[in-house]
């Protein structure tokens, strides 16, 4: 079984779209978290939240706690978005991160 | 500039062999992380360590050694009696806890030669 589920597994655009990527967990949480993967492996923390909503730049990142579902936006997407974007969560039991299978954008220009 | 650095970022391993990988972090996190990473699949966790000599099984970990002498380094030995060891594997830590974020490495790409 898979704690978080993300969608769509795969997702092109074109360049200057609104972007939507989605994120469901089956566990009660202390934290959900928003990782940027680009294609050299490397992963960057973008956004924790546990409430409501976070802006960085062009990307939104929202919670619902009750529904247990999280989305990542992104506005007037850029070929430099280009990537795999992972939900991951910190459950309540503490023991460990639970991670999503990602989603991999590519913007076209 | 802090942060986590892995080393070597591709390695190559003869049947038999136990090789190392690298993780330093110079950020001054209590927690550290090893995962690895296969096509299709999330970050499975393979080790973490909380504090300096202490270090827990993650859900993989059968095939996999590490150790925690200093708080700045946290090495992986992937053994001999690692099967099927072709992965990507990441290092992280954290300031404390697990609802913390996650500061990862670059990667160490491991094959089979």
């Known amino acids: 079984k898979n704690e978080v589920e993300q969608s769509p597994q795969n997702l092109t655009a074109q360049e200057g779209e609104f972007i939507t990527i989605n994120c469901s967990y089956s566990?009660?949480?202390?934290?959900l978290h928003w990782l940027q993967q680009h294609p050299g492996g490397g992963i960057v923390s973008l956004f924790m939240?546990?409430?409501g909503k976070k802006k960085h730049g062009r990307l939104i990142a929202t919670i619902n706690i009750q529904e247990k579902h999280s989305s990542l936006h992104i506005t007037a997407s850029h070929p430099r978005d280009s990537a795999v974007y992972i939900c991951?969560?910190?459950?309540?039991?503490?023991?460990?991160?639970?991670f999503g299978t990602g989603t991999s954008l590519t913007v076209i220009p | 500039d802090g942060g986590i650095t892995q080393s070597p970022k591709y390695l190559f391993r003869k049947e038999g062999q136990n090789v190392t990988l690298s993780c330093e972090q110079n950020?001054?996190?209590?927690?550290m992380y090893w995962y690895r990473q296969d096509p299709g699949q999330g970050l499975r966790l393979i080790y973490y360590?909380?504090?300096?000599?202490?270090?827990q099984k993650g859900d993989i970990a059968e095939g996999y050694s590490v150790s925690r002498e200093k708080k700045e380094s946290f090495p992986l030995t992937v053994t001999s009696a690692q099967k099927n060891p072709t992965a990507f594997y990441l290092c992280?830590?954290?300031?404390?806890?697990?609802?913390?974020?996650?500061?990862f490495g670059d990667g160490t790409r491991l094959s089979i030669l």
């Open positions: 992280a830590s954290t300031m404390g806890r697990f609802n913390q974020p996650q500061h």
């Open positions: 566990v009660g949480i202390s934290a």
């Open positions: 939240l546990s409430s």
């Open positions: 991951a969560v910190s459950p309540n039991t503490g023991n460990q991160f639970y």
């Open positions: 950020l001054n996190h209590d927690a």
């Open positions: 360590s909380q504090i300096v000599n202490d270090f």
